[in-house]
């Protein structure tokens, strides 16, 4: 009996133990969630400023990036008046232009060039019309009127790249296609064959 006695006090005494320890471990779970709480509370609001931040890049990247298309459209438009050629076709070119490192403004510069050429020629300059027959290219049609400038243009590019002297083909170029004639031997070289490949692609 007394030995049951003492183990009745040992298991109660084990108890009460037992019942300080879940108190005490359930102030800890308390804590330890209010802990968690300003973790994530901390994690939530530095990731929705992230976000903010990303957002305010996209928006400033879209912004940017319209105001990049604003301008392209632009510049294409004002080349599309002066050079009298689509706003598609001058698209092509640019792509084109890039990837034979010539630069499309200099490709227009020439194509506005040789439109004043081309009626120099036909109003009986004589500079100008032994360029053109130089290169085995007429101006004019059967009926007399200016070809397209365009046609005449590149026909004059597969020409150049036919001419077996460099300095012969560049006094031509120059005379046809002004200052800008310079930096067309990127495309004199890939001929109008392989740029219209570029333009397709």
């Known amino acids: 009996l007394d030995e049951a006695e003492r183990s009745a006090d040992g298991c109660a005494d084990s108890i009460d133990e037992y019942g300080r320890r879940v108190k005490d471990a359930a102030d ?3 804590g330890l969630g209010d802990v968690a709480k300003v973790a994530l509370g901390n994690i939530a609001a530095n990731a929705a400023q992230k976000l903010a931040d990303s957002a ?10 319209g105001k990049a298309a604003a301008a392209y459209a632009d510049e294409i438009l004002t080349a599309s008046t002066v050079t009298g050629l689509s706003t598609d076709t001058l698209q092509e070119y640019a792509y084109a ?28 300059s004589k500079a100008y019309a032994e360029a053109y027959q130089k290169l085995g290219v007429s101006v004019t049609d059967a009926n007399g009127n200016l070809r397209n400038s365009e ?11 036919k001419v077996q002297n460099e300095t012969e083909a560049d006094a031509i170029a120059m005379q046809i296609f002004g200052k800008s004639a310079r930096d067309l031997n990127p495309l004199i070289e890939t001929g109008s064959a392989g740029f219209r490949n570029f333009a397709d692609e």
């Open 151 to 161: 046609d005449v243009f590149w026909d004059c590019i597969d020409a150049l790249g």
């Open 97 to 124: 232009a890039e990837l034979i490192d010539t630069d499309l403004a200099d490709v227009e510069k020439a194509l506005g060039k040789n439109v004043k050429s081309m009626a120099s020629a036909q109003s009986g």
């Open 28 to 30: 800890e779970s308390q």
């Open 56 to 65: 305010v890049d996209a928006v400033k990247a879209l912004v940017d990036a």
